[in-house]
């Protein structure tokens, strides 16, 4: 069973849902990141998502640029993601997912980079810009070494193009709670409950928004209908202006983590 299916089944017996911080690799340094992961870990993340830096990354807003752009200017490709993973692995047991674009996947070699994803200790890819149902070439790669390969959907994806989706997905299905890129938002898009629900009705996959959570309330909201919640930009927003990232991390991840466990009553 792989570590994101057997995370998802635990926390629906627990009856809560999970918290999924991004990290752009490079982004603080690797060696911050180092121990930075292991300490949000420690501070209540149940899966991660680690992003290769990308020179186009279209599905990300201004935040997670300039997080790409700062990893590219210190030379971070996708050999150093795999090494991060490589030696974080040594330290957490929690779903890692590594997203990228199609571009970094076949220039490096999809069966080459599903390989090595499975020996550094990956558990699934997200490749944003590559449709489900052109998503073989990925599937057939990774599937073999044990990964599973979690496709987007959005709020204007339609039922036929949602079970299409889920037909190509293993792990969980990331559901996009805005029609725009990546970013901190003020509430929670009300798009995003009717989503999940549209996906409820065509598939079991664990159904995890991202995009536009920026606030334990926000994480807490989600919670209601998803099971997980991914934190990008809300946190990059933090981690630009911290003198100490490791610490900053955790304070500001840590109020999601308490929400997510403590049900509905705990923000009043």
Do not use: W
């Not at 792989?2 to 918290?19: H, I, T, V």
């Not at 209540?44 to 990893?71: H, N």
């Not at 079970?163 to 299905?173: E, N, P």
């Not at 202006?241 to 999601?256: N, T």
């Amino acid at each position: 069973m792989s570590r994101f299916r057997a995370l998802f089944q635990r926390l629906r017996a627990e009856g809560r849902a999970a918290l999924m911080p991004f990290f752009e690799v490079g982004d603080p340094d690797l060696k911050i990141l180092e121990r930075l992961i292991p300490a949000v870990v420690e501070a209540g993340a149940d899966a991660l998502e680690l992003g290769v830096p990308f020179s186009d990354p279209i599905a990300d807003g201004p935040t997670m640029q300039r997080a790409a752009y700062r990893a590219l200017t210190r030379g971070v490709r996708l050999q150093d993601v795999l090494d991060l993973v490589r030696q974080v692995r040594r330290r957490v047991d929690v779903p890692i997912a590594v997203m990228s674009y199609a571009n970094p996947l076949f220039r490096y070699g999809i069966e080459r980079f599903a390989r090595e994803a499975r020996e550094a200790g990956v558990d699934g890819i997200i490749a944003a810009d590559i449709p489900a149902d052109e998503g073989e070439p990925l599937i057939r790669a990774a599937r073999p070494e044990g990964l599973d390969t979690i496709f987007l959907v959005a709020p204007t994806s339609t039922e036929a193009r949602l079970r299409t989706v889920a037909s190509a997905t293993t792990g969980f299905l990331y559901c996009v709670s805005v029609t725009g890129v990546t970013g901190a938002r003020d509430r929670l898009s009300e798009e995003a409950e009717d989503l999940v629900r549209r996906v409820r009705r065509v598939t079991d996959l664990p159904a995890v928004v991202g995009f536009g959570i920026a606030r334990p309330e926000h994480a807490q909201e989600a919670a209601r209908f998803s099971d997980g919640v991914i934190v990008a930009s809300a946190l990059y927003q933090v981690l630009e202006a911290a003198r100490d990232p490791v610490a900053a991390a955790v304070e500001f991840l840590r109020p999601f983590a308490r929400a997510l466990r403590s049900g509905p009553g705990f923000l009043g």
